[in-house]
T-cell receptor, first 114, second 114 residues
Framework: KAGVTQTPRYLIKTRGQQVTLSCSPI?????VSWYQQTPGQGLQFLFE???????NKGNFPGRFSGRQFSNSRSEMNVSTLELGDSALYLC?????????????FGSGTQLSVL | AQSVTQPDIHITVSEGASLELRCNYS??????LFWYVQSPGQGLQLLLK??????LVQGIKGFEAEFKRSQSSFNLRKPSVHWSDAAEYFC????????????FGRGTSLIVHP
């Protein structure tokens, strides 16, 4: 069974640009969640999607958005990039997104904003 | 709202020595507790989890953790560390019921000396 796949693996953008990251969950998993990881802040929850609906959202500005498709693949978009958006973006999937489930993480997309 | 504190940013141990990584949580009810490990360039992998019952939980790779309600702690232990255990370790707490909105600690980086 294939794991969680995130593309691209690395991205370099400049301030003001926008970026789209992709996440393909494990087959059959309907919940996809996104996290921002930085050395200073650790793992910060961005949002979670279940069956194409955003079910939970973290404390991030509106420049961060996402969506989920009918095949459970998810994308997140960051508009008007800032230097502080440089981070490793991780997505994770689970069957139903309930608290007692194990999360399966992808290897992440490393975003550098110059 | 729940919160997690991992007091140690870095821990250095010698190969073969015992290990204890600290995790303190704040949550009003009985929490769901997790330890994840992140190897360099990889996503996170679940080591173990606690929901209820026996307060000593066994995980993969020879790790165990003990839930102590009176101390609001969930420390991770391993009796003998291997060089391959060098990684970032994250403690996480989740609220019982509903969808998964995890709160992760900032992580502890484990360095293993030969």
């Amino acid at each position: 069974k294939a794991g969680v796949t995130q593309t691209p693996r690395y991205l370099i953008k400049t301030r003001g640009q926008q970026v789209t990251l992709s996440c393909s969950p494990i087959s059959g998993h309907r919940s996809v969640s996104w996290y921002q990881q930085t050395p200073g802040q650790g793992l910060q929850f961005l949002f979670e999607y279940f069956s194409e609906t955003q079910r939970n959202k973290g404390n991030f500005p509106g420049r961060f958005s996402g969506r989920q498709f009918s095949n459970s693949r998810s994308e997140m978009n960051v508009s008007t990039l800032e230097l502080g958006d440089s981070a490793l973006y991780l997505c994770a999937s689970s069957l139903f997104g309930t608290t007692n489930e194990k999360l399966f993480f992808g290897s992440g997309t490393q975003l550098s904003v110059l | 709202a729940q919160s997690v504190t991992q007091p140690d940013i870095h821990i250095t141990v010698s190969e073969g020595a015992s290990l204890e990584l600290r995790c303190n949580y704040s949550y009003g009810a009985t929490p769901y507790l997790f330890w994840y490990v992140q190897s360099p360039g990889q996503g996170l992998q679940l080591l173990l989890k606690y929901f209820s019952g026996d307060t000593l939980v066994q995980g993969i790779k020879g790790f165990e953790a003990e839930f102590k309600r009176s101390q609001s702690s969930f420390n991770l232990r391993k009796p003998s560390v291997h060089w391959s255990d060098a990684a970032e370790y994250f403690c996480a707490v989740g609220a019982a019921g509903g969808s998964y909105i995890p709160t992760f600690g900032r992580g502890t980086s484990l360095i293993v000396h030969p």
